[in-house]
């Protein structure tokens, strides 16, 4: 039985789990499945951004013309290491833009 063509890694992982429910191996689940038993056994080491999110949330609605290389400023300037393309990648994820600033008008009569 080889699932490799239709499913994706999160689902093969969901088959070797309830593989192992009902008793077989997890070397045989992994091999029928097609899948490495190192990304099986992976742990995600990614941290928790909530609250981060929210913080550029907040400075993105209360200063709208800020881009996101002012807002990684004054999360710096307030004591947070980080790096402004995690910044920029939040940034993009919550939908925020900067509102471009209206140019003068130069209207010249001649």
Same mark, same amino acid.
């Given at each position: 039985?080889?699932?490799?063509?239709?499913?994706?890694?999160?689902?093969?992982?969901a088959?070797?789990?309830?593989?192992?429910?009902? $008793?077989? =191996?997890?070397?045989?689940?992994?091999?029928?499945?097609?899948l490495?038993? $190192?990304?099986?056994?992976?742990? !995600?080491?990614?941290?928790?951004? !909530?609250?981060?999110?929210?913080?550029?949330?907040?400075?993105?609605?209360?200063?709208?013309?800020?881009?996101?290389?002012?807002?990684?400023?004054?999360?710096?300037?307030? $004591?947070?290491?980080?790096?402004?393309?995690?910044?920029y990648?939040?940034?993009?994820? =919550?939908?925020?833009q900067?509102?471009?600033?209206?140019r003068?008008?130069? =209207?010249?009569?001649?």
């Amino acid at each position: 039985m080889h699932f490799r063509k239709v499913l994706t890694i999160s689902q093969r992982i969901a088959i070797v789990a309830a593989f192992e429910v009902v $008793g077989v =191996s997890e070397r045989k689940d992994c091999i029928a499945v097609g899948l490495a038993r $190192g990304t099986h056994r992976h742990k !995600s080491t990614k941290k928790d951004e !909530s609250e981060l999110r929210e913080q550029i949330k907040e400075i993105a609605h209360a200063r709208k013309r800020f881009c996101y290389e002012r807002i990684t400023w004054l999360l710096q300037r307030g $004591g947070l290491r980080i790096n402004n393309k995690r910044v920029y990648r939040i940034y993009k994820q =919550s939908g925020a833009q900067a509102m471009p600033q209206e140019r003068a008008s130069t =209207s010249q009569t001649a």
